[in-house]
């Protein structure tokens, strides 16, 4: 993939049906903890081309020097209710991150250049954006992000 700018691998995620579930049971069976907890709701969305509205319940737990995130679908048509309906609970995609909004931009219009599929995206204002490609080399999605900072977290799950 010929993205340009300095990407850094953020954290590998897994769609599941009850976050709070499974990040107990990582917690207690591998002691992956602390899980930070958010509610997202992307101000501008789309889902393969289309303005879609959907939301998340995400949870991030550091692992050394990256994370594991949980994501559980809330409301809407999205990857990831697709994901659960073809697959099911699992591996769903990685993540690399930008230092600004103009790296992922950058990044972003290089994958859609080489022709790549961007299945999802999500707009979350002056806060940061996301976005799905379909990496067929590996049978998964990439998820380019830019987050200037996360806000406090809506609870932790130890």
Same mark, same amino acid.
């Given at each position: =993939?010929?993205?340009?700018?300095?990407?850094? =691998?953020?954290?590998?995620?897994?769609?599941?049906?009850? #976050?709070? $579930?499974?990040?107990?049971?990582?917690?207690?069976?591998?002691? %992956? $903890?602390?899980? &930070?907890?958010?509610? %997202?709701?992307?101000?501008? +969305?789309?889902?393969?081309?289309? &303005?879609?509205?959907?939301?998340?319940?995400?949870?991030?737990?550091?692992?050394?020097?990256?994370?594991?995130?949980?994501?559980?679908?809330?409301?809407?048509?999205?990857?990831?209710?697709?994901?659960?309906?073809?697959? @099911?609970?699992?591996?769903?995609?990685? +993540?690399?991150?930008?230092?600004?909004?103009?790296?992922?931009?950058?990044?972003?219009?290089? #994958? #859609?250049?080489?022709?790549?599929? =961007? %299945?999802?995206?999500?707009?979350?204002?002056?806060? @940061?954006?996301? +976005?799905?490609?379909?990496?067929?080399?590996?049978?998964?999605?990439?998820?380019?992000?830019? #987050? $200037?900072?996360?806000?406090?977290?809506? =609870?932790?799950?130890?």
């Amino acid at each position: =993939m010929g993205t340009t700018g300095s990407a850094h =691998m953020h954290h590998t995620c897994f769609v599941v049906r009850d #976050l709070e $579930k499974a990040a107990r049971q990582l917690a207690d069976s591998l002691s %992956i $903890k602390p899980w &930070n907890v958010w509610t %997202i709701e992307p101000e501008e +969305c789309t889902v393969h081309g289309e &303005n879609v509205p959907y939301s998340f319940r995400v949870a991030l737990a550091q692992a050394g020097g990256s994370s594991y995130e949980l994501i559980e679908p809330v409301s809407g048509e999205s990857a990831y209710i697709e994901h659960l309906e073809t697959r @099911g609970e699992g591996f769903h995609h990685t +993540c690399l991150t930008y230092e600004s909004l103009e790296e992922l931009q950058r990044a972003k219009e290089s #994958l #859609l250049k080489e022709g790549r599929e =961007m %299945i999802q995206t999500g707009s979350l204002g002056e806060a @940061g954006e996301f +976005c799905y490609f379909h990496v067929p080399e590996v049978g998964a999605f990439f998820e380019l992000l830019y #987050l $200037k900072e996360l806000p406090p977290p809506e =609870m932790t799950i130890e």
